[in-house]
Nanobody, 127 residues
Framework: QVQLVESGGGSVQAGGSLRLSCAAPEFRYTSLCLAWFRQAPGKEREGVAAFDADGSAMYADSVKGRFTISQDNAGNTLVLLMNTLKPEDAAMYYC?????????????????????WGKGILVTISS
């Protein structure tokens, strides 16, 4: 079992910035890929950003140029910096863990490749 601890989020005006953090403090395996997903009401969960096993950043087209991910050296904490937020970015954001990074390799930024999920953190955008 991988516990994922999400923090950050909240409410911001359009054009503003927010920072989300995801930590897997008890992770013991040698390889782990963390990713951010989001789900807006009435919509399917979609991938936002992640680092693959090679350390390359992956972004959804809708957030490229506005969102940036970073991680600590151990790879157990993933930070999502969201800039120039738009009303359509409002959603519940979920951290996910892909053990052995095989999900990202096989399915890209798809929920089907993730093994564990955080509880989610709400991001609201006011226009």
């Amino acid at each position: 079992q991988v516990q994922l601890v999400e923090s950050g989020g909240g409410s911001v005006q359009a054009g503003g910035s927010l920072r989300l953090s995801c930590a897997a403090p008890e992770f013991r395996y040698t390889s782990l890929c963390l990713a951010w997903f989001r789900q807006a009401p009435g919509k399917e969960r979609e991938g936002v950003a992640a680092f693959d096993a090679d350390g390359s950043a992956m972004y959804a087209d809708s957030v490229k140029g506005r969102f940036t991910i970073s991680q600590d050296n151990a790879g157990n904490t993933l930070v999502l910096l969201m800039n120039t937020l738009k009303p359509e970015d409002a959603a519940m954001y979920y951290c996910a863990a892909d053990l052995r990074c095989s999900g990202l390799r096989n399915f890209g930024l798809s929920p089907r490749g993730m093994d564990y999920w955080g509880k989610g953190i709400l991001v609201t955008i006011s226009s």
